[in-house]
């Protein structure tokens, strides 16, 4: 048990790591605290689900995802404590301002962020929450499925959805999308 802990508290360490800019300004002992949290977590899953390892591959390959997934849930709680997602509807104000250097296509380009912002009004709800969430206020996919009491994979086909009605709205408009 010893030796799978210092395994998964390396894979810890790294996943952290390559995650840092999620983490902001979490580092010294408090990055160590979580890859401890997340090696430890782990570890207590691994031994509760021992009897599930059907040995289809390497041993410490099947006991790496149960730490990978205890990384990816405490990032996704720091970040949502660090910046809560918003919920606030998309304003036209908010979008940036045309970079074309031609009039026309400035007059083309808000022409087309008018038909987006009017396509968002019409999506389901569920699709504009994780739609404006994500892409417009650049909240993280695992902090918006613990704020919604959802799971990635829901999000990402809500996401999914509502960029196919964002695209089918702008063809028609006659904005072709790329």
Known sequence: MAELHEVLLRVAFHELS????QLGSVNG?????LAQQAANDALMNVLRRLDDFEG???FTTWAYK???FEVSAKVARH???????SRHEPRLDRVPGPVASRPGDRVEQREQ?????AAIGDLTVRQREVFVAIVLNDVPMDVLAIRLGSNRNAIYKNLFDAR???????VAAGHPCA
């Open 29 to 33: 002992p408090e990055f160590d605290d």
């Open 164 to 170: 196919r009605n964002l695209r089918a709205r702008m």
């Open 79 to 85: 970040a949502w404590r660090r910046q809560p997602p």
């Open 66 to 68: 149960f730490v990978m």
């Open 18 to 21: 390559r995650r840092r800019r």
């Open 113 to 117: 962020i008018e038909v987006l912002c």
């Open 56 to 58: 289809r591959s390497r």
